[in-house]
């Protein structure tokens, strides 16, 4: 249980080493290409994902979802090594989850995932709209440097995604911007293993709301996040 009290604790703050943090390389050229054809045929008839508590915006911004399962499940094989060789352990897939189309206007909270199982993971960024300004996905490393990263179609940002925050706190400005989300987690609990999984994990699994302090802005606990009360102005 963590309270607002504890304060965030950075991983560069945290006694438990890491290896990687985050890192950038290229998905294979045939499957970003299926995975672009997916996406462009189902855009037009994709209904709104389910509310995600880290994503932010209106109704109308709420992100599309373009099923994608039996094309997720090859990425989550053919993508596995790749993230082995990057992590320096052998991994078990868990999931690879989209595509997710955000919308104009929409921003996604700074957050760390679930410790259990997304503990190496990537982004593959499939394709945005033409008229997408630079969405850059905002990351703290390990040594506490806060990297903004602008992906291309193609892009694969591998990242300990239970350890690094990330999130896009600024505001989209376009049409759609799809990625895909793939996450893995090695597969024993040996001495090594526990390097990636003792994670900082800022807020827990099991987390309450902290009792609110008059004279301080809120601070609501949710799956996976905090929800602070500020916005990053441009
Ligand atoms: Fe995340």
Known sequence: ????????????????????????????????????????????????????????????????????????????????????????????????????????????????????????SCILHVDHSEDSEPWPIVIEDFQGNTNEVVLKSGDMLFYESSKCIHGRPRNFTGSWYSSLFVHYHPTSKSPIIARFTNSPSVFGDNMLSPPHDPGLWPLTCVPFCAHFPFSVAD
């Open 1 to 120: 249980m963590i309270y607002h009290s504890d304060p965030l604790r950075s991983p560069s703050l945290t006694n438990t080493p890491s290896l990687r943090s985050w890192g950038l390389t290229r998905a294979p050229p045939e499957l970003v290409e299926e995975l672009r054809n997916v996406l462009h045929a189902g855009l037009a008839t994709a209904k709104p994902e389910k509310e995600v508590d880290v994503i932010f915006g209106g109704e109308d911004s709420r992100p599309l979802f373009v099923q994608n399962g039996i094309l997720n499940g090859k990425a989550l094989e053919v993508l596995r090594p790749m993230h082995e060789e990057w992590a320096g352990v052998p991994l078990k897939g868990a999931t690879a989850y989209g595509l997710r189309a955000y919308r104009n206007s929409s921003s996604l909270q700074m957050h760390i995932d679930k410790s259990g199982t997304h503990i190496i």
